[in-house]
Every structure is written in structure tokens, then in C-alpha cells.
């Protein structure tokens, strides 16, 4: 790879690189109709890009000695004037070990979540259909540049994921849970039992939930929404390649939350779940913090080498693609709100008629900074106390209004697991948080 860079480089190129990823990943699915592999593969490649005169060219390919690295510098076509962050010399090797690796060969995974769906049916009659999904993605990376960096990291992400949709008289509800981690095996790493419980119980609250009241309201986010609410509505906004243009941008250095709301971007956070791990981007380029919002205020966005140069300021660590084939976007990782002084019990004590989100069912977000979340576990609190479940519900408002309205956050702090999806592309993120209190927010429910 370092010799293609070099003539790279011989050929005119101001800056070159190639990155090399390798995903290996079985996929298996049991459900009331098959248990059954779905995706046993690998996928292989190499990533080449050049700097000339302003424009990059790119190519991929499955065989690097075969590329034409003439092509390479041909592709870049144009009268451009795109600069990138050059580096310090660099060389490093990172292995993420497994702390319960999985040695199961692919039927005895199917053995295992077969039982968890076969469980599931049994414990509830109102049950209809399961689906147990497991998955498993190691990935292998390499990088070297014309900045005579060479970085090498390794790692596996396992996910298992349970969703449930049950039937009571004429009410059809569904939940699911995630169990995503860098840490091997999901069956080890995590208390399943624990887990099923869970999402019995979130469909269960739904067969008996009642709507909400349309209009404004008092509401705390458990960690699981805020942390999502954190990622959707302001970490895409924070992005520096829509920050550039979009509503968070035109707000740096400007105060928008009280000084107690601090919300960062990280490569690594020590919790099982935090799977957005960068210890290097696909840039060669450190992770570090970037803190989005510190003490109420809009300090920095997330970049990568280009954004890096063009606003001198260090290179997050920000850049990422899906695989070789796909060219590097400025992407999340681990994105959280961090937590406060205050207990769930003392946020909810003032709350005369308010909401509990505790878990989020799909939602969108606009780059204007609307954004809009189902919500699939949530519950009515009434005195300072939770009174019943809520069925049917979602949130909506503005990501600049709703980090206004934060009144509280507690010392709570829990990260789950996702998937972001950007330009068609999707990579491995965290998302976490403390409870969040928030003092208006649109509820969607019934008009009385």
C-alpha cells in the first residue's frame, strides 16, 4: 500500500492514500416461519484517492496490483480547490479484544435464538410472531497516506436483536430491544432473561396504554430517547458538512442551552453498548472528543481532513464509510448527552401533569433542525408520580427550542446501541444519555 502512495505521489499527486477493509459477517434469523442463515460473506477491497490539482480521483478495486494508478489521478477532473489537513508521521496498530469471544459454529447460533423465540411464545398467549435476529461483523481496516501514516484496526461488532408484536382483543402492539457489542458473544455479554423481560414488558404496557393528550407538555427522556434525540435532532446538525449551511452553524460560539447541558462526540466510551468505536477514522486520523455543546454553549462540530483545513481546526476523527467501495462522509460515533446532579425521582417531584419516553420507535429529523420520534414505551406521571402507560404516541419541535427548554438532567447514564444511515451509506453508532427534563415539548395523541 505505501508503495502505490508513493507513486501516487511521483505522478503529481499533492496528497494521496488508500485504505484497505475487509467485513466478514454471518447473519442468522429465527422466526414462527424458518431459522435460518442469511448472510455467511465476506467483503474485500481497497479504497484509493488522490489529490491533483485541486479535485480528488477515486477508485476502487478488489485487487490493488492491478489498478492503472494513471486512472486514479485521472478521475480527479475538474478546477477545484480542495485542500486536505496534513498529519504527523504515524504508525500504530489497534486490536480491540473480545472479552467473551463467540467460538459457536453458525447452527449452534441458530440453536441458541431458535430458544429465545421458543421462550418468548411460551411466556405470553397474546404473543404473534417473533423475530430473533443475530449478527456478526469483523472488520478488519488499514490505512496509509502520502503524510507517511500506516494504521492498522481491528475489531468485531455482535448484535442480537428481539422484536415481538402481540395481540389483545382488537389492539395489535410490537417492541424490540438491541443488544449490540464489541465485547463477543451477545448471550454472554448481556443478561438475555433480563432482556426478554424487557420487551414483554414494553408490549404489554401498550395492550393496556392510553393515548396522550395532543399539545405541549412537561416530559422527560430516558436515556435510550435522549441519546437518540442527542444523535437525530442536533448530531447531524453538528455535522461540519451541514453545519456549514444548516441552523447549528450559524450558532457557534453562541449560548442556546443552560450551562448544566454538555453534549460530545466520542470514538470510545467504556460501556459494552458505546459500538460507534474510531479509534482511527478511515482518514488515518485520531479519535478524540469533539464537545458539541459545552456548558450551554455551541463549541465545536465534527470534521474530517477536508472541513479540518478549510476551518483550522484539528481533525476530529469524524470521517467514515459503510466499506471499501464507499467514499468517507463525516459521520457520528459514540454521541450522548452528559449527565447532571439530580435523581429521576427528584426531576419527575414538581411534574403535575407530565410524560415519561422511555424508549423510541422510529423517527425523522430535517437539516431546518425539526425532528419528530415515535415513541414505543412512554408513560403518564401526574403528581410527581407514574400513573399509567401511554399507547400511540410520539414527540416533535425544534432541536434549537427543545435544548432551551432543558430544565434538568439527572446522574443517571446509559448508551445503546444503533445504526446510523447517511447518503445511503450505514456505520455502527452509540447513542446515550441521562434522563433529560425538558420543560416544553409537542406530544403527539388524541385532541380532548
Not at 461488532?157 to 424490540?176: F, M, P, Q, R
Not at 456548558?295 to 467514515?320: C, D, H, I, Q
Not at 420543560?439 to 395523541?445: D, F, P, Q, R
Request: hydrophobic letters at 35%; glycine letters at 8%.
Amino acid at each position: 500500500m505505501e508503495d502505490k502512495v508513493n507513486t501516487l505521489l511521483s505522478l503529481g499527486a499533492d496528497f494521496a492514500d488508500i485504505r484497505y477493509m475487509k467485513i466478514k459477517t454471518l447473519v442468522a434469523d429465527s422466526s414462527e416461519i424458518r431459522n435460518i442463515i442469511t448472510n455467511n460473506g465476506i467483503s474485500e477491497g481497497y479504497a484509493l484517492r488522490a489529490l491533483y490539482k485541486g479535485n480528488f480521483g477515486y477508485k476502487f478495486t478488489t485487487n490493488l496490483e492491478n489498478v492503472d494508478l494513471k486512472d486514479v489521478i485521472s478521475l480527479a477532473i475538474g478546477k477545484g480547490e480542495t485542500k486536505v489537513y496534513q498529519l504527523k508521521e504515524k504508525k500504530d496498530r489497534i486490536i480491540i479484544k473480545e472479552k467473551y469471544p463467540n467460538y459457536k459454529k453458525p447452527e449452534e447460533i441458530i440453536y441458541d435464538i431458535s430458544k429465545i423465540k421458543d421462550d418468548i411464545f411460551k411466556s405470553d398467549k397474546r404473543i404473534k410472531s417473533v423475530n430473533i435476529r443475530f449478527s456478526e461483523n469483523s472488520i478488519e481496516k488499514r490505512y496509509a497516506s502520502s503524510d507517511n501514516r500506516y494504521i492498522e484496526v481491528n475489531y468485531k461488532i455482535t448484535s442480537l436483536s428481539i422484536s415481538v408484536v402481540a395481540k389483545e382483543n382488537d389492539i395489535n402492539a410490537s417492541a424490540h430491544i438491541s443488544l449490540s457489542t464489541y465485547l463477543g458473544y451477545p448471550l454472554e455479554v448481556f443478561d438475555i432473561n433480563e432482556s426478554i423481560e424487557k420487551v414483554l414488558n414494553r408490549v404489554s404496557k401498550q395492550l393496556i396504554g392510553k393515548p396522550a393528550k395532543a399539545g405541549e407538555a412537561r416530559v422527560i427522556l430516558s436515556p435510550e430517547v435522549s441519546g437518540v434525540f442527542a444523535h437525530e435532532a442536533l448530531g447531524h446538525l453538528a455535522e461540519a458538512d451541514l453545519a456549514a449551511s444548516g441552523v447549528l452553524g450559524k450558532m457557534k460560539g453562541k449560548k442556546i442551552a443552560k450551562e448544566f447541558v454538555n453534549v460530545s462526540d466520542s470514538p470510545f466510551l467504556e460501556y459494552p453498548t458505546a459500538i460507534g468505536i474510531t479509534p482511527y477514522d478511515d482518514e488515518g486520523v485520531e479519535g478524540r472528543e469533539v464537545k458539541i455543546i459545552e456548558n450551554g454553549v455551541v463549541k465545536e462540530f465534527m470534521n474530517n481532513r477536508t472541513y479540518a483545513f478549510y476551518t483550522n481546526e484539528l481533525p476530529s476523527g469524524n470521517g467514515r464509510s459503510e466499506d471499501f467501495r464507499s467514499s468517507i462522509l463525516i459521520r457520528m460515533r459514540n454521541t450522548y448527552f452528559k449527565p447532571g446532579k439530580s435523581s429521576l425521582e427528584e426531576m419527575m417531584e414538581d411534574i403535575k401533569e407530565g410524560y415519561l419516553m422511555s424508549s423510541v420507535l422510529g423517527g425523522q429529523t430535517s437539516s431546518d433542525g425539526t425532528f419528530q420520534f415515535g415513541i414505543e414505551e412512554g408513560y403518564k406521571i401526574e403528581n410527581g408520580e407514574i400513573k399509567y402507560p401511554l399507547r400511540n404516541v410520539g414527540i416533535a419541535g425544534y432541536t434549537l427550542d427543545t435544548l432551551s427548554q432543558i430544565s434538568d438532567i439527572s446522574k443517571d447514564f446509559a448508551v445503546w446501541p444503533g445504526v446510523c444511515g447517511k447518503m445511503g451509506q450505514r456505520v455502527y453508532v452509540g447513542t446515550g444519555g441521562p434522563y433529560v427534563k425538558v420543560e416544553k415539548i409537542k406530544v403527539g395523541g388524541v385532541n380532548e
